[in-house]
T-cell receptor, first 114, second 111 residues
Framework: GENVEQHPSTLSVQEGDSAVIKCTYSDSASNYFPWYKQELGKGPQLIIDIRSNVGEKKDQRIAVTLNKTAKHFSLHITETQPEDSAVYFCAASMGGSGYSTLTFGKGTMLLVSP | DTAVSQTPKYLVTQMGNDKSIKCEQNLGHDTMYWYKQDSKKFLKIMFSYNNKELIINETVPNRFSPKSPDKAHLNLHINSLELGDSAVYFC??????????FGEGSRLTVL
């Protein structure tokens, strides 16, 4: 089955800095790669996703890049703010199938200091 | 309106008891899931149902029994609770090819 590795497990940055979280996956058939943000006491929420037919996607201060050859994808957050502090999860799946399962990385705790 | 709602939000109980967590989604999704999040924040899938049919059953003790009375509901019943069952349990739903929507979680503490 799919295996997703995520690094780092914790990341501390100063407000205004950029943050990068990296993930690798094992199943070359995976074609859907979402990123979820989990705030304290809440459920994970999708912040951005990318499919294997594109290499990069941006949404304001957040961007995701995908390298299918190397089987890795990354989340980039620019101009970080204290409210970006949360646990971030990457995931991978075969997105076209209704029966497909998301396999999650182990999460990265991002702390943005004012 | 809450898309995926689960109850209760907190559950504290003694070892050996039986408890249930309920989940409902109003998104019209066909597929629902239960995930377990341990103290290290790792999200691990437990079960998946598609249109009331069980399609994924990961290596979970048979003390855990999911039930889906209709495609909008997926409940989780746990028998003979053990200390190691303490975790946050997340219900989620998804339409084919779309993103996963999570509930707010149910924190189970077994004493």
């Amino acid at each position: 089955g799919e295996n997703v590795e995520q690094h780092p497990s914790t990341l501390s940055v100063q407000e205004g800095d950029s943050a990068v979280i990296k993930c690798t996956y094992s199943d070359s058939a995976s074609n859907y790669f979402p990123w979820y943000k989990q705030e304290l006491g809440k459920g994970p929420q999708l912040i951005i996703d990318i499919r294997s037919n594109v290499g990069e996607k941006k949404d304001q201060r957040i961007a995701v890049t995908l390298n299918k050859t190397a089987k890795h994808f990354s989340l980039h957050i620019t101009e970080t703010q204290p409210e970006d502090s949360a646990v971030y999860f990457c995931a991978a799946s075969m997105g076209g199938s209704g029966y497909s399962t998301l396999t999650f990385g182990k999460g990265t705790m991002l702390l943005v200091s004012p | 309106d809450t898309a995926v709602s689960q109850t209760p939000k907190y559950l504290v109980t003694q070892m050996g008891n039986d408890k249930s967590i309920k989940c409902e989604q109003n998104l019209g999704h066909d597929t629902m899931y239960w995930y377990k999040q341990d103290s290290k924040k790792f999200l691990k899938i437990m079960f998946s149902y598609n249109n009331k049919e069980l399609i994924i059953n990961e290596t979970v003790p048979n003390r855990f029994s999911p039930k889906s009375p209709d495609k909008a509901h997926l409940n989780l019943h746990i028998n003979s609770l053990e200390l190691g069952d303490s975790a946050v349990y997340f219900c989620a739903s998804r339409a084919e090819g779309s993103r996963l929507f999570f509930g707010e979680g149910s924190r189970l503490t077994v004493l």
